[in-house]
């Protein structure tokens, strides 16, 4: 009888204890973006933000071509950091300090690198959480989306001690003066009309809520697909047997973009994103549910040196089921620490970029 000599090299992916502080990973799989890309980006989430939309309007304004959307992008990037860092990832639990250095285009290569910057084992000694310095870089070498990440990771042998616990300091926010803009990029003459509202950076108000009115529910099918486009191979969104709550959840980053998208009505002049400052995956989404966004403004900035473009800090709050009738409803402090509504989903602080009158 035939012996099978059959062997297993499907890699094992890293658990907690394979992390350790200064370690660099150069991920594998470079992602060449297409304009294909983007309509099925638009497809599954509805996304209508112009300068991802139109090529006279980029043009217009300075750029090559109409951009990659910002969380297209981000996502493509972060996919590329999965089988490194998060494919036995219990969790997504966070992001800080992303900052959108350079517009992508079609036909642009992203490759991906990162370097853990933290670690802390779980009072259980089953898991712990791992902090990533990533960098996503174009063909040229050059640096567009810069972010750090932590994310819950399963032990595999629970006998092995902990590390020494380090959790890196993070800024709570991207100063105005650290946000990119190209020098060539010019928002003057912006016509509003081609967005549909003439609201700008100087009719926003810090304190001012938005409730968007529109929801919009996950299919299944929907966010499987979405997570096939951005390459992100974590198990948990694809294999129910591998999620901690018996069936798939859906990726975190794909909520950001159906709840960005869903901001549109009522923030049509935010054009890109420059800056994410923090956020958290507050509850787990899973197909069949239904989301709806709010938005608060946080902070609004001028930009050194430019008059023609504004900043708006936002909080965007991603909610399941129905909306909140008030945005303190999201969450509250108890004994000192921040519990959060069970429906919300997502509370992400993040900035973009305005015409200014």
Partial sequence: ????????????????????????????????????????????????????????????????????????????????????????????LGYAQVQFVRPIYAGDTISAKSTVVGLKQNSDGKSGIVYVQCEALNQDHQVVISWIRWVMVRKSNLDTPAPETVIPELSKVVDAKHLNIPSNIEYDGFDTSITGSSFVWDDYEIGEVINHPSGMTVDESDHTLATKLYQNPARLHFDASKSTYGKRLVFGGHVMSVCRALSYEGLENALSIAAINGGAHCNPTFGGDTLYAHSEVLDRWEIPGRTDVGALRLRLIGVKEKPLRFLSDAASTINGKQSYNPNVVLDLDYTVLMPRR
């Fill in 1 to 92: 009888m035939h012996k099978s000599n059959a062997t297993n090299k499907s890699p094992r992916g890293n658990f907690f204890e394979d992390f350790k502080i200064g370690q660099v990973f150069q991920h594998a799989t470079p992602r060449t973006v297409s304009d294909g890309d983007s309509a099925l980006y638009i497809a599954l989430t509805g996304a209508r933000q112009v300068l991802h939309s139109a090529q006279p309007v980029a043009h217009a304004m300075g750029y090559q071509n109409r951009t990659i959307d910002d969380l297209l992008a981000f996502h493509i990037a972060l996919g590329k950091t999965v089988p490194d860092i998060s494919i036995n990832a219990i969790a997504n």
